[in-house]
């Protein structure tokens, strides 16, 4: 079992920054991709951004390209996400993700492990 320890996250105004951490512990070593995913209730999950570890390989959703950077800690199992120009559509709760095989941005609900969830909170 992998579990992923969330911190980060809040409340802040529209063109602010926030920054969100994700560290893996527990059977990680064969964990393959981090990420985040993204869901208000009621509307349909997003897969923000991932990196595969070790190769650094990073992949966006198209609405976040250009504002977030994800990054993996140091070499750690463990990444960050840079969210800067935040917009009030990207309230939402944030959940660090991680697969033993791989990530994509379709793969909206089959990664392997979740995090709790931390909450994202943009006013206009």
């Known amino acids: 079992q992998v579990q992923l320890a969330e911190s980060g996250g809040g409340s802040v105004q529209a063109g602010g920054s926030l920054r969100l951490s994700c560290a893996a512990s527990?059977?990680?070593?064969?964990?393959?991709?981090m990420g985040w995913v993204r869901q208000v209730p009621g509307n349909e999950r997003e897969v923000v951004a991932y990196?595969?570890?070790?190769?650094?390989?990073?992949a966006y959703a198209d609405s976040v390209k250009g504002r977030f950077t994800i990054s993996q800690d140091n070499g750690k199992n463990a990444v960050n996400l840079a969210m800067n120009k935040l917009a009030p559509e990207d309230t939402a709760l944030y959940s660090c993700?991680?697969?033993?095989?791989?990530?994509?941005?379709?793969?909206?609900?089959?990664?392997?492990?979740w995090g709790q969830g931390t909450q994202v909170t943009v006013s206009s």
């Open positions: 527990g059977d990680s070593a064969g964990v393959k991709c």
């Open positions: 993700v991680s697969d033993m095989n791989f990530c994509a941005l379709t793969r909206t609900y089959e990664f392997d492990y």
């Open positions: 990196v595969y570890l070790g190769s650094g390989v990073t």
